[in-house]
């Protein structure tokens, strides 16, 4: 039987002894170096489906193929064609960015010979060469997750599972590993399962996204066709005066459904409405904004619509990491 680099999941299930259903019956597909991006607030079965792809975790029930191999019963096969790099590296703040990659080179049984080149590659990649000798624990946030990611790629794998990589990052850091992520992919032909709650990074990144919430993959397809399913722009508008809210949100209310929003009052506009016809009646309502602003569909109104609520900051910590 001739192995490929796809993930293949059906009706895959996550129950935790006397805890919640963390993933219920889930079906996947990710082609042979597809990036796969993986939506959803914690507690919504992203974690738990990662630990269970990568065999850290059992099913409950369904299947899983990771690399043409069973989950369940070829783990040690699974993880010969797998890389991750999930939500807590382990690092020892001792040891240097060098003396990691030596010590996973020997234990991935990478020929002698060849170590000493594949460090200094992956180090370069990374861009941490400079940072080589120096010991982790004088590392940022951002080189350690490069550090994890030079790791998880020491045996050439196939399919790199990342978990949440870019969480706590600066603006820097994160647009270094998407390209990092994104070259692996093009030129490699990696297969990426990446998760994700990170709007711009999923929509920056993959080629499809998947959104789970509650254990359930409410909506999948590519970017730009799920954002073609919602269709409709939304309209924002910023108040001059605060006193004016409570008219701007009356008068938006008959353009279509209300949007959340902390600064801005918002509406998903109706059916053959535009920016025009809002304007026109603020004009003849008397009301003076601060801003007006149309805005086409993103994947965070893709999230609204499929979820009934906003996927940045709705997020709830759930006890433990296995059900995130």
């Known amino acids: 039987m001739a192995r490929d680099n796809s993930i293949v999941v ?102 002698r010979a060849e170590r000493k080149g594949r460090q200094d590659e992956l180090l370069d990649r990374v861009g941490l060469t400079e940072a080589a000798d120096r010991k982790v624990r004088g590392y940022s946030g951002g080189m350690k997750r490069r550090l994890d990611l030079a790791l998880a790629l020491v045996h050439r794998p196939s399919i790199l599972f990342l978990d949440e990589p870019t969480t706590g990052l600066d603006p820097q850091s994160r647009t270094a590993l998407w390209e990092e992520v994104a070259r692996l992919a093009r030129e490699d032909n990696v297969t990426v399962f990446l998760t994700t709650q990170y709007l711009e990074e999923a929509d920056v990144l993959a080629d499809r996204v998947g959104i789970i919430d509650h254990g359930k993959i409410v909506a999948e397809g590519t970017p730009a066709a799920l954002k073609a399913e919602i269709g409709r722009p939304s309209i924002h508008v910023i108040a001059r005066q605060e006193d004016d809210r409570a008219q701007i949100q009356e008068l938006l209310s008959r353009f279509g459904e209300k949007l959340g929003g902390e600064r801005d009052l918002a509406v998903r506009l109706g059916d053959s409405l535009g920016m025009a016809d809002v304007i026109r009646a603020m004009d003849a309502s008397g009301i003076v904004a601060a801003d007006v602003e149309l805005r086409a569909p993103t994947l965070d109104d893709v999230f609204l619509a499929k979820t009934g609520r906003t996927l940045e900051g709705a997020a709830t910590a759930e006890n433990g990491a296995a059900t995130g």
Request: a neutral charge.
């Open 10 to 111: 059906e009706k895959l299930v996550r129950q935790f002894k006397k805890g919640p259903l963390a993933v219920d019956g889930i079906d996947l597909h990710v082609a042979p170096g597809e990036i796969y991006g993986f939506l959803g607030p914690n507690g919504a079965g992203k974690s738990t489906t990662v630990l269970m792809l990568t065999t850290l975790l059992p099913p409950t029930d369904g299947s899983a193929l990771v690399g043409g191999y069973d989950v369940r019963t070829e783990g040690a096969k699974v993880r010969s064609v797998i890389g991750a790099a999930l939500q807590e590296a382990a690092l020892d703040p001792l040891l240097t960015g060098r003396d990691h990659l030596r010590l996973q080179t020997m234990l991935q049984a990478i020929p």
